[in-house]
């Protein structure tokens, strides 16, 4: 019974997929390149909020998931190091006129189980510059780590690290706790 709730969690992951990325990007004016990247095979999800701790309006940005997927768009804008697939990473357009606030929401099916973990984050990024939020999913934990990439005096590039977030919530994280406990359909 086991390998058949495996096979049913594969193909629902498989046909739910990685939705085109659903926020509107800024077109112009004050805006930096962020590619956004998952670590795991479940599917991942980034949210984003109106304001600090998850309050306000809350928008779907993009699905991913490191692995292939019947639905899977590409996302890319040309941000240097990319080393993903396709479905894990998707790059994006952000308005740098005010900080952004996201959660990302992973899971991973761990034997017959499906784990899920959820981190919130804060981060102001400058105009024109180019980043990478990354997703990191592990059996106890899980994090976002957040980097500039930018070049280096030998014509390359590399990935300066800025911040980390975890999931250890506190009691200014309740609205976080609360979006991440909101039942929600795939």
């Known amino acids: 019974m086991g390998g058949m709730k495996s096979f049913i969690l594969i193909l629902c992951l498989l046909i739910a997929g990685c939705a085109p990325v659903s926020v509107v990007e800024?077109?112009?004016?004050n805006r930096a390149r962020v590619r956004f990247v998952t670590n795991t095979e479940g599917i991942t999800v980034l949210r984003a909020y109106e304001g600090e701790n998850c309050s306000g309006e809350e928008q779907e940005w993009v699905?991913?998931?490191n692995g292939y997927l019947?639905?899977?768009s590409e996302?890319?804008?040309g941000i240097p190091l990319w080393s993903y697939n396709?479905?894990?990473a998707k790059e994006l357009y952000v308005n740098t006129d005010k900080a952004m606030h996201g959660m990302f929401f992973g899971s991973e099916s761990v034997g017959n189980y499906v784990v899920s973990c959820a981190v919130p984050f804060t981060f102001s990024f400058l105009p024109d510059h180019d980043y990478e939020v990354s997703y990191k999913f592990f059996i106890s934990?899980?994090?976002?780590e957040v980097s500039e990439i930018e070049g280096n005096s030998q014509g390359?590039?590399?990935a300066r690290q800025l911040s980390v977030f975890d999931n250890k919530l506190d009691e200014r994280d309740a609205s976080c706790k609360k979006?991440?406990?909101q039942g929600r359909r795939s």
């Open 75 to 77: 996302k890319r804008l």
């Open 63 to 65: 699905r991913m998931r």
């Open 70 to 72: 019947l639905t899977g």
């Open 26 to 29: 800024p077109t112009g004016g």
């Open 156 to 158: 390359g590039f590399r």
């Open 86 to 88: 396709v479905n894990a």
């Open 141 to 144: 934990t899980c994090l976002v």
């Open 179 to 181: 979006h991440f406990r």
